[in-house]
């Protein structure tokens, strides 16, 4: 019990899961605190980097195997995601929808989607909240399945979530797009 204790002490308090963590609350504070201190452009910078750190800081976690058979509960409610989409799409404006390509499932591969900024980062703030709200409890076995469970929904949907809107921001952030200037 001791070696697992241990394993699970390492894993949850090593300098990348603290990395991680860290980016994953900046990103939710952003999301949480949008307006009116950022704005426009500020908005646009300020994603692409936490974006870019959350990634980064992700990639280089350590696996975990959960300890409990049930996954941890989520904490972020319709409303929560609600506003955090909401509010996106109020900064981005006419900048907030882009194309993409069609899932399999969605429709034929040739077919490109309109799709929203908004949605890809409401559905990130939501995966990455209900992790940090776990993890800030400071139970090991918990913020370990919370981490496992993370990395299993990266895999599925939520790394290419966050790439995608990445990619859509990226754009917008090279041509120096001010969603609030008049073109």
């Known amino acids: ?12 308090y090593s300098e990348e899961m603290v990395a991680f963590v860290t980016a994953s609350n900046s990103y939710c504070q952003l999301m949480e605190q949008s307006a009116p201190a950022e704005e426009g452009k500020a908005f646009i910078a ?9 990634y980064a800081d992700f990639i280089v976690l350590g696996e975990s195997e959960p300890v409990f058979d049930s996954p ?11 506003s955090v989409y909401q509010q996106t799409a109020r900064i981005l404006g006419p900048y907030n929808d882009f194309l993409r390509p069609a899932d399999a499932d969605e429709f034929d591969r040739s077919e490109m989607v309109q799709h929203t900024i908004s949605e890809d980062l409401a ?35 939520w790394g290419t979530k966050l790439l995608r809107s990445l990619l859509a921001l990226h754009e917008l952030y090279i041509k120096g797009v001010d969603p609030h200037e008049e073109e």
């Open 72 to 82: 941890p509960e989520h904490t972020v409610t319709e409303q929560e995601w609600a």
């Open 1 to 12: 019990m001791q070696d697992e204790s241990s394993r699970l002490n390492l894993f949850v």
């Open 123 to 157: 559905d990130l703030y939501q995966e990455l909240k209900d992790f940090t709200v776990i993890y800030s409890r400071g139970i090991e076995e918990l913020m370990n399945d919370a981490a496992w469970e993370l990395q299993e929904r990266f895999s599925e949907h």
């Open 46 to 54: 300020s994603l692409v980097e936490s974006l870019s750190r959350i």
